[in-house]
């Protein structure tokens, strides 16, 4: 996905969206109309009335758009698999105010997978933010625990957030830095 230059749509009908950076959910109404500020990894950043919003890929019908995919992993996935899988989920979430992912952004700290007896896998992801008080830190750690536990063979995503060490902008790619001016 892309992100858009303030494309217009009309909700097709009520859905519940995230006010950012408050991080407050809230339900929009059908008929509601605004503006697409960024769609990438699957969410969209809606401007409506003088607020940011982030939406769930999973409601992109409500603005018009298709909604995000299932990962698929190949038959008798292993570990590496997953993780790679897992990986891949990682960079669709977003920052809904930067148009980086957090793999990019250097948010990710760590991320291991661990098979369980029943053949079912645990992902476990360490992960901090850029602001220690971002109100969006748990709609981060929803986005990416749903994102994880839409992977095939995956039973759950224990996502925790950190603050050690404190994020810094080293910590980002140097794409990240690049496209940011922050070199």
């Known amino acids: 996905m ?28 059908s008929g509601q109309s605004g503006f697409i500020t960024q769609a990438l990894g699957g969410s969209f950043t809606l401007y409506m009335e003088g607020n940011l919003f982030r939406l769930a890929g999973s409601d992109a019908d409500a603005i018009g758009k298709d909604v995000t995919k299932a990962p698929e992993l190949p038959p008798n996935s292993t570990e590496d698999d ?10 669709t979430c977003y920052d809904p105010e930067i148009p980086i992912n957090i793999v990019d952004l250097g948010l990710i700290y760590e991320c291991t997978v661990s098979a369980q007896p029943d053949g079912q896998r645990v992902i476990n992801v360490r992960l901090t933010l850029t602001a220690p008080g971002c109100g969006m830190g748990d709609v981060l750690v929803q986005d990416i625990r749903q994102k994880l536990e839409i992977i095939p063979t995956v039973a759950t995503a224990d996502v925790e957030l950190v603050f050690d060490p404190p994020w810094n902008q080293s910590m980002m790619s140097e794409a990240a830095r690049l496209q940011t001016g922050m070199f």
């Open 82 to 91: 997953v993780l790679s899988a897992a990986w891949d989920q990682l960079r």
């Open 2 to 29: 892309r992100t858009h230059d303030n494309e217009p749509f009309v909700l097709s009908r009520d859905v519940k969206a995230v006010m950012v950076p408050a991080g407050i959910e809230i339900e929009l109404k």
